[in-house]
């Protein structure tokens, strides 16, 4: 069953079947199968895997009856204020408020309807902004087009939690109902949120002489500081809550304030020339007008709009008033609402799938389609292979190609190394980097590539730094002898003398064994660790290449390393208490003859912490607070008894203070990763709710099933 260190087999270089490189449930053809995208299975099948075994769920149901429901309050709190205020309503002059709006002048006309464009411009940078965030993957022009269509309607409509959905779920085929609907939620929510914040800015400037207003303000501004702080860098408990991005909660606060000032705005362009009243008093009445509108929930906030708008403003006539809420309702509301209506009519006339730079999430499971797979074993990197822990994306260019690894993590999405393939040109992947960085609002970021990522960076004008050392060694020239591996040799000694025996994992590995060692493991080191450090589980340990060491009979550590056509690089170490000095040596030591017999030219032992003294104050904490987390100086004396060679790895950042910022992010994500890593709720795919889009013609990309 297992075998001495000294039996292991250390034969020369030479080629031999890829097959025998893998652990996948295929093997990979490298003839012609990978153009055409297929694979043939194996006979041979993976043992099925029950303990900790996800499984992927369907969506929800449409929310269609709670939609119903919901619309029951707003209904009866139209009524309650229609009632309350029917008194007042009763007593105004009908005709006089209809005198006011035939007064308004053509170019009084022409003006509001240019602010309410530029407001509506802004209207439709939300649903942008929003699906960005929840990273949908539909095209920008597709999110505007459909968020002012929602908005210009609904709010005309009312009930805008129904309508709003149903609309959104008109004009975006590729997304379910219950998405369109968690959708139509989360834009609600950023406009009042962007609205408190513009709100509170309008009563600390103006002081408005209501006592609570301002004790109201500085509540609002606070909760959205601690916010910012929180997504800047929230405590280890928070840190896996999706928050959103620094920028994209500042991008929604200015689109609020460019929406509700140019709302306002139109309403005083409309006002008649007997109301004498600042444009500043006016917009500030207006923007809690509207806070009572949107609380009253009616239909265009008719009713709470215009007795809050009366009470704020005392000593303007009533009836002109009303005559230019009147017009500013047939500006802001009716003519977006015609042109909204003709636009859902017309509805979709092509994919709204983005065909520009974007991340692609993997299936939930390690195992990855044949065609990935081929990609990855082809990869110049095995690191690449962190793929399979579902924290990172593919980072596709806009021709659909697969360019790289990235993750938005905090402020910031981070590209992993070097690309994906040798021949892929270096500034293409930063490119795409930076346009799906800007696109969701975040900072791109470069982590662990080499030399020449790093120059291409630089010359673009990126602020570069080294940030790790990469131990690695050729596999066929690795030998015990000479002094800097008198260490090494020390420790094996130990191991063999206290009856360790290492063997490689086959198909069928130990997996309650390699549970319990991963748990003793856990429980000395005090956690897993994540991002660019793979993490114990059963199914991406059983796509790894694996080596098992036993006192006896009983197991007592295990190592596993990625592997492609080019390299193995170590990843797991884990050994439990039983484990004497040397073992994770001699295990490391059977892997190194191992790619000798396998034809390996490469082998790296992963990177350690680069230990050099940055000029920048803030880079110098942040890498003495990670240095002191991780175990440097251990690790790398470890690493150095095997005598390898070194490489630099470099982080690059367009900016020191992107650079910074992404570092903060990374360590967080380090050292507290995510419990679980979730497939995305709301990834739109194509002809996901209705078969609108079969009648048009082919697309020039599509969506993953």
């Known amino acids: ?303 709470p709009f215009e007795a809050m708008l009366a009470s704020l403003l005392p000593s303007v006539p009533l009836e002109p008033l009303l005559g230019a809420v009147v017009a500013y309702r047939i500006a802001y509301y009716g003519v977006p609402a015609f042109i909204a209506a003709c636009i859902v009519l017309i509805g979709p006339r092509k994919c709204n799938l983005s065909t520009k730079a974007q991340l692609t999430k993997t299936a939930q499971s390690p195992y990855l389609t044949p065609q990935l797979e081929r990609q990855l074993f082809a990869a110049t990197r095995a690191e690449t292979n962190l793929l399979r822990t579902r924290d990172f994306s593919l980072l596709t260019d806009k021709r659909g190609h697969h360019v790289a690894l990235a993750a938005p993590i905090g402020q910031s999405l981070v590209m992993m190394s070097d690309p994906l393939i040798a021949k892929t040109g270096l500034t293409e992947a930063r490119l795409a980097l930076s346009q799906t960085a800007r696109a969701r609002f975040r900072m791109p970021a470069i982590y662990k590539c080499g030399a020449r990522m790093a120059a291409n960076a630089r010359i673009a004008g990126w602020t570069i730094i080294p940030t790790a050392e990469e131990a690695w060694l ?9 002094a800097e591996r008198r260490q090494l040799r020390r420790v094996l000694r130990k191991a063999q003398e206290a009856g360790i025996s290492v063997q490689e994992g086959g198909r069928n590995l130990p997996l309650a064994d390699m549970d319990r060692v991963a748990k003793d493991w856990k429980a000395l080191r005090g956690g897993e660790r994540g991002f660019s450090m793979g993490t114990y589980t059963r199914d991406y340990i059983s796509c790894q290449r694996v080596f098992l060491a036993y006192k006896d009979t009983r197991l007592v550590a295990f190592i596993s390393l990625h592997e492609t056509r080019n390299e193995m690089t170590l990843d797991l170490m884990r050994h439990s208490k039983e484990a004497p000095d040397g073992t994770i040596q001699m295990l490391i030591i059977a892997a190194i003859h191992a790619a000798t017999a396998y034809g ?81 709720p709301m990834k739109a795919h194509r002809f996901a709710t209705h078969a609108t889009l079969r009648l048009f013609g082919k697309t020039s990309r599509k969506s993953n099933p």
Request: with cysteine; proline share 7%; aromatic share 8%.
């Open 1 to 303: 069953m297992t075998s001495k260190l000294s039996k292991t087999p250390c034969a020369p270089a030479q080629k031999v079947p890829i097959a025998l490189m893998r652990h996948a449930r295929f093997d990979i053809d490298t003839n012609d199968s990978s153009a055409h995208g297929t694979a043939a299975p194996r006979q041979t099948a993976r043992p099925k895997l029950t303990a900790g075994k996800s499984v992927t769920r369907p969506p929800k149901p449409d929310g269609l009856q709670k939609l119903l429901v919901k619309q029951a309050v707003p209904l009866m709190m139209t009524l309650i204020i229609v009632w309350l205020l029917w008194g007042k309503v009763s007593h105004l002059d009908a005709k006089a408020i209809l005198s006011t709006v035939s007064t308004v002048t053509p170019l009084q006309w022409g003006l509001a309807m240019l602010a309410t464009t530029g407001s509506f411009w802004a209207v439709g940078q939300y649903d942008n902004v929003l699906h960005a965030q929840l990273g949908t993957g539909i095209s920008r022009k597709s999110a505007k087009r459909s968020g002012i269509a929602a908005i210009g309607l609904s709010q005309f409509l009312g009930f805008g939690a129904l309508t709003g959905a149903l609309i959104r779920w008109r004009m975006l085929p590729e997304m379910t109902l219950w998405q369109a609907t968690r959708l139509s939620a989360a834009v609600a929510l950023s406009f009042l949120a962007g609205w408190a914040v513009v709100a509170a800015c309008a009563v600390l400037i103006l002081q408005p002489d209501i006592p609570w207003m301002k004790s109201l303000a500085i509540f609002a501004i606070s909760l959205v500081g601690g916010m910012a702080i929180l997504s800047i860098y929230p405590p280890a408990p928070l840190v896996r809550l999706p928050w959103p991005a620094l920028r994209t909660m500042g991008t929604v606060v200015m689109l609020a304030a460019i929406d509700t000032v140019l709302a306002g705005v139109t309403l005083y362009i409309l006002l008649p020339p007997q109301i004498d009243i600042g444009i500043g008093q006016l917009i500030a009445a207006y923007l809690f007008a509207l806070g009572a509108g949107l609380v009253g929930a009616t239909p265009g906030g008719i009713g």
């Open 474 to 482: 050729v596999p066929a020239q690795f030998t015990l002898e000479g």
């Open 600 to 680: 390996c030219p490469r082998l790296s032992l992963a990177a350690v912490p680069w230990s050099g003294v940055d000029q920048n104050p803030i880079l110098r904490a942040l890498r003495q607070r990670f240095l002191c987390k991780s175990g440097h100086t251990g690790l790398k004396r470890f690493k150095a008894a095997f005598g390898p060679n070194w490489e630099t790895l470099y982080f690059a950042a367009p900016s020191r203070i992107a650079l910074a910022v992404a570092g903060m992010d990374i360590l967080r994500r380090v050292t507290a990763p995510p419990r679980t890593v979730r497939d995305n």
